[in-house]
């Protein structure tokens, strides 16, 4: 593995500064003190910081060797918040604020990227143009990256591609991955209320019942992904909330259903969003029952562009040589990063958080995936991502896609 010696030696000091953030979990748009942590950082280490997009966002600006006369640029981003979620590890670094934990790592991509920037910023002489680092807020939900688009990120600081990296438990330790095409899923909610007329539950020719209506509702939206969608996309339908009723001799008014929706492109999403509405309201219909009808679109499909996913690739085998670079499977989890790949060319990496047999004494027993109140990052990858991101931007500035 050709990782830059520098980070060896500065592992010890960035994986205390990640173990300081896991610490102090902040929620969406809460990130004050990690904003706080990272620009303190990046102004001690001589680099020009930009503060307030999407509110707790920071950018970082690194000029190379040429101050910035070239007008090639990279973006690479990582996110700084937390989930809403109580930490059972109790390790030293357990987080301190109940209720809040790192529990997608985003604690190490804020140190990974924090690590680079200190690098490069240390050897302008080995780049010409420039690097933005971007540190971007509330990406668990929030739509952080969308916000940082709205105001301005990309026309204030003018880059050719963007590229976001995240750790991915269970992938051996020491791999790394990218792809072209989608990486992750877009993420959209739906809210179906069945209007019927309530009544006595002995007396049914008087009522119009919405429970059998939503019962054949949610199968027939079942049919939507196996009979409407082309068989080779992929498609998700699950409807996960159904509430109704109160009393078993009372016919309630209404039964509404929520779920989620995920789907790899944009094209799957509209067909998928047209089908459920006309199979909502013409059930309702048949039934003479109403029906509200909502969808809400959150993140759109993560997609890779092919050359900069290829240009990933290829840093990824320069670092770890072939057998370093492992294929991944698009997740039909959803990430905002999405937003930014909308505007820009770019990829969405993945670098192994391993097994879980990193984790300290005193975790809290469970499985070290995402979003595990076990969870916890592993520290042994900040010398492999810190080197992934210098290397990519070296290269990038050097060198055409
Ligand atoms: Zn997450
Ligand atoms: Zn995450």
New binding site residues.
């Given amino acids: 593995m050709a990782l830059l010696p520098e980070f060896q030696e500065s592992a010890a000091a960035i994986a205390a500064l990640r173990r300081d953030i896991h610490a102090h979990p902040e929620l969406c748009f809460e990130e004050v003190r990690t904003s706080d942590l990272v620009a303190a950082k990046l102004a001690q280490w001589g680099i020009e910081i930009h503060r307030g997009l999407g509110r707790t966002g920071v950018v970082g600006t690194l000029h190379g060797r040429d101050g910035g006369q070239s007008s090639r640029a990279i973006g690479l981003r990582a ?1 700084m918040d937390a989930l809403p979620m109580q930490e059972f590890n109790t390790f030293a670094h357990a987080s301190r604020h109940a209720g809040k934990m790192h529990a ?3 604690d190490g ?1 804020t140190a990974m990227l924090l690590a680079a920037a200190q690098y490069l910023a240390a050897h302008r002489e080995t780049f010409e143009g420039t690097v933005h680092v971007i540190f971007q807020p509330a ?2 939900g929030g739509g952080g990256a969308r916000e940082m688009v709205k105001d301005g990120l990309f026309t204030q600081f003018p880059m050719q591609a963007v590229f976001g990296m ?2 991915w438990p269970g992938m051996k330790a020491g791999t790394m991955a990218v792809g072209a095409g989608p990486a992750m899923a877009s993420s959209n909610e739906f809210r179906i209320v069945v209007r019927g007329k309530g009544g006595h539950a002995a007396m049914p020719h008087m009522v119009t019942d919405p429970v059998p209506v939503a019962a054949q509702l949610i199968l027939a939206l079942q049919t939507i992904v196996s009979r409407n969608v082309k068989p080779i996309e992929a498609g998700v339908i699950s409807v996960t909330m159904v509430h109704a009723g109160e009393a078993t001799n009372v016919v309630p008014d209404s039964v509404e259903l929520q779920g989620t929706v995920r789907t790899f492109s944009l094209e799957v999403l509209d067909l998928i969003e047209q089908r459920m509405r006309q199979v909502s309201e013409s059930i309702c219909a048949a039934h003479g029952a109403q029906c509200g009808f909502e969808f809400v679109r959150n993140y759109p499909p993560t997609i890779n562009s092919a050359p900069e996913a290829a240009f990933a690739q290829q840093v990824m085998r320069e670092i770890l040589g072939d057998e370093g670079v492992v294929p991944q499977e698009p997740s039909m989890g959803a ?1 905002d990063f999405a937003f930014m790949l909308l505007e820009k060319p770019g990829a969405y990496c993945f670098i192994a958080n391993g097994d879980g047999d990193h984790r300290a004494l005193g975790h809290g027993g469970g499985p070290c995936t ?1 979003h595990n109140p076990s969870y916890d990052f592993n520290d042994a990858l900040i010398p492999l991502g810190a080197t992934f991101w210098v290397r990519l931007a070296q290269r990038w500035l050097s060198c055409s896609p």
């Fill in positions: 996110d997608c790592g985003h991509h990406e668990e995240h750790n990430e995402l």
